[in-house]
């Protein structure tokens, strides 16, 4: 459990009902599907709210990713967000180092506080800037060595509203701008989507005679996400 502490400001732990903006309300019902450990005391921002991954679908994700060549033992973690997929990462055990990137100091905080919650904050290095600076001119050399995981922000729950999501006016990021930004660095690009991805967008960033690989998460038998996987490794 991490130490009694009271969270900065603009960050919380919502006890009842009662304390939570309404916008937020349907996440914080879920929280036990978000985090398990919820009741020991985990931080979030209420913009942390709309773009956690699911405890489930966290490390099952961790599990697939496991399965990148050997010679990858490093995980980045570029939008690590409140920590949901970095505690996941690191809880699998499969990383001689994971690097975890979040340029809103108040997520970060939260990320080292849930980390702490779950016992593996020791496991991580905490890295406070934008990815597409820190990628490049800090991680040069480590991403070599690296797999590269991106869970960028969708712009907000309207991508709800599309039947199929148009990946090159998402935001703040389009898909064209992660792609190049993190295949510059590594090999092994992961990217978490949503579930109404465009597919036909993503085949075209796959190299020549190759077809990339795409999964599904599912909660209660409903697609959560998809993580599309650029690189040599196999999703189960």
């Not at 699998?92 to 939260?110: H, T, V």
């Not at 729950?157 to 064209?176: G, I």
């Not at 930004?181 to 960033?205: M, N």
């Not at 020549?208 to 189960?236: N, Q």
């Amino acid at each position: 459990m991490a130490p009694v502490t009271d969270p900065p400001e603009g960050v919380h732990h919502y006890e009842t009902a009662d304390e939570v903006p309404f916008e937020i309300s349907k996440y914080w019902h879920q929280r036990y599907e978000i985090f398990s450990k919820y009741d020991e005391g985990i931080w979030m921002t209420d913009d942390a709210w709309f773009g956690v991954t699911p405890e489930p679908v966290a490390r099952k994700i961790a599990q697939d990713i496991a399965n990148a060549p050997k010679s990858k033992n490093i995980l980045i973690d570029a939008f690590a967000g409140a920590g949901g997929n970095t505690i996941a990462f690191a809880l699998s055990g499969r990383w001689n180092q994971i690097f975890a990137i979040e340029k809103d100091p108040k997520a970060l905080a939260c990320a080292k506080h849930n980390a702490e919650v779950y016992g593996v904050a020791k496991k991580i290095w905490w890295i406070e800037g934008d990815s597409f600076t820190v990628l490049p001119k800090r991680l040069k050399q480590s991403a070599k060595n690296a797999v590269v995981f991106g869970s960028p922000p969708w712009g907000g729950p309207t991508y709800t509203d599309f039947e199929v999501f148009d990946l090159a006016v998402m935001q703040p990021y389009s898909l064209q701008q992660l792609h190049d930004a993190f295949s510059a660095v590594s090999s092994e690009v992961i990217l978490y989507l949503p579930r109404t991805s465009d597919l036909q967008q993503l085949a075209k960033y796959a190299k020549k005679g190759e077809k990339l690989k795409v999964a599904h998460y599912c909660m209660r038998g409903a697609s959560k996400a998809m993580c599309v996987f650029m690189g040599t490794f196999e999703a189960d």
